[in-house]
């Protein structure tokens, strides 16, 4: 059964994915801020989450696209990654993720690192299948 526009919209919605993380110093670098490695990986698995919400089937990542390091995040911050459905595909699915900062201390928060993630949809052959199914 195939799905309208206005129940892929629902879907889209429903697949938006927040995740709040403290950055402890285990995961920060030499400059005391937080190791960037460590934020590709949460904004990896923050996309992920939102893809499979959307389509339920077995994803892998293909691509990270344009990741931007707007501001480094230092140790003892708070920060929340907001991962969101771009586009639909055929057989892959782009989110956007952001990475949102603010101090344990001040009401103040905003965007830090965004990113795009591209994932494609497999099937019980390890095979690209249709997303949308």
């Known amino acids: 059964m195939m ?3 206005a129940q892929v919209a629902v879907r889209i919605e429903q697949a938006v994915t927040r995740v709040t993380k403290t950055v402890f110093p285990g ?8 190791f960037g490695g460590e934020a590709l990986a949460w904004m990896d698995e923050a996309a992920f989450i939102a893809a ?16 931007d390091f707007k501001e480094s995040i ?26 949102f900062v603010e101090d344990m201390y001040s009401d103040d928060q905003h965007r830090a690192i965004s990113g795009s993630f591209t994932f494609v949809a497999l099937g019980p052959d390890r095979k690209p299948t249709p997303v949308l199914s």
């Not at 995961?27 to 801020?33: E, F, K, W």
């Not at 230092?74 to 952001?98: C, F, K």
Request: net charge positive; with cysteine.
């Open 74 to 99: 230092p140790a003892g911050s708070i920060i929340e990654l907001v991962a969101r459905i771009e586009h639909v595909g055929r057989t892959s699915i782009r989110v956007n993720v952001d990475i």
């Open 3 to 5: 799905m309208n526009e």
């Open 27 to 34: 995961r920060t670098n030499h400059h005391n801020t937080l």
């Open 52 to 67: 499979t919400r959307f389509c339920r089937k077995p994803l892998v990542t293909v691509c990270s696209d344009r990741v």
